[in-house]
T-cell receptor, first 118, second 115 residues
Framework: ETGVTQSPTHLIKTRGQQVTLRCSSQ?????VSWYQQALGQGPQFIFQ???????GRGNFPPRFSGLQFPNYSSELNVNALELDDSALYLC?????????????????FGPGTRLTVL | AQSVSQHNHHVILSEAASLELGCNYS??????LFWYVQYPGQHLQLLLK??????LVKGIKGFEAEFIKSKFSFNLRKPSVQWSDTAEYFC?????????????FGAGTRLAVHP
């Protein structure tokens, strides 16, 4: 167990709907990254949040958005769901220190939320 | 652009067989390399990591990996697999960009170990 929790575990939505996924980071961690893992693929970076702001973004459209709260927990929101959004969504927390991005801080993954879009 | 390539998508072995999973990366700068494992129904777990120093890295559960800079490779090995090693294995590299770092994963290798 990593101390990173995600909810819900599973979710079924229909095309066009909106979804919110939640992540609680490990104690002491201030950075949350979100990844999408489609069936048969490795996780793909969606975005990262640090100090309640989006810190970096992968190749995902604007209908993927997020939030980070003062307690460092985070939400991933996806609007106008498409069939291809069906995937396992992973949250990873880490601790970004004063040394900045040039030093890597290990990311600890949660169990994921399995989203199915019908 | 950075990328990670895992050559074997599915591997089937008998218990006690030796394992080697291939991983090649494409990245021009300093790399940090990782192997993660995802057991059925469980979260992604770090097996081992390479930042610098000795290119032969020991991880948990008897796994090791060798970083060969000239070949841009970071292959995972285990001398004798067990049934409990059945899982999906992901190679990953960190990419630093614009003030943040992210993990770039390969497509994964699904390992099945038969008793």
């Amino acid at each position: 167990e990593t101390g990173v929790t995600q909810s819900p575990t599973h979710l079924i939505k229909t095309r066009g709907q909106q979804v919110t996924l939640r992540c609680s980071s490990q104690s002491g961690h201030n950075t949350v990254s979100w990844y999408q893992q489609a069936l048969g693929q490795g996780p793909q970076f969606i975005f990262q949040y640090y100090r309640e702001e989006e810190n970096g973004r992968g190749n995902f459209p604007p209908r993927f958005s997020g939030l980070q709260f003062p307690n460092y927990s985070s939400e991933l929101n996806v609007n106008a769901l498409e069939l291809d959004d069906s995937a396992l969504y992973l949250c990873a927390s880490s601790s970004k220190g004063s040394s900045g991005a040039s030093s890597y801080n290990e990311q600890f993954f949660g169990p994921g939320t399995r989203l199915t879009v019908l | 652009a950075q990328s990670v390539s895992q050559h074997n998508h599915h591997v089937i072995l008998s218990e006690a067989a030796s394992l080697e999973l291939g991983c090649n990366y494409s990245y021009g700068g300093t790399v940090n390399l990782f192997w993660y494992v995802q057991y059925p129904g469980q979260h992604l777990q770090l097996l081992l990591k390479y930042f610098s120093g000795d290119p032969l890295v020991k991880g948990i559960k008897g796994f090791e990996a060798e970083f060969i800079k000239s070949k841009f490779s970071f292959n995972l090995r285990k001398p004798s697999v067990q049934w409990s090693d059945t899982a999906e294995y992901f190679c990953a590299v960190t990419a630093f960009s614009g003030g943040y770092n992210k993990l770039i994963f390969g497509a994964g290798t699904r390992l099945a170990v038969h008793p």
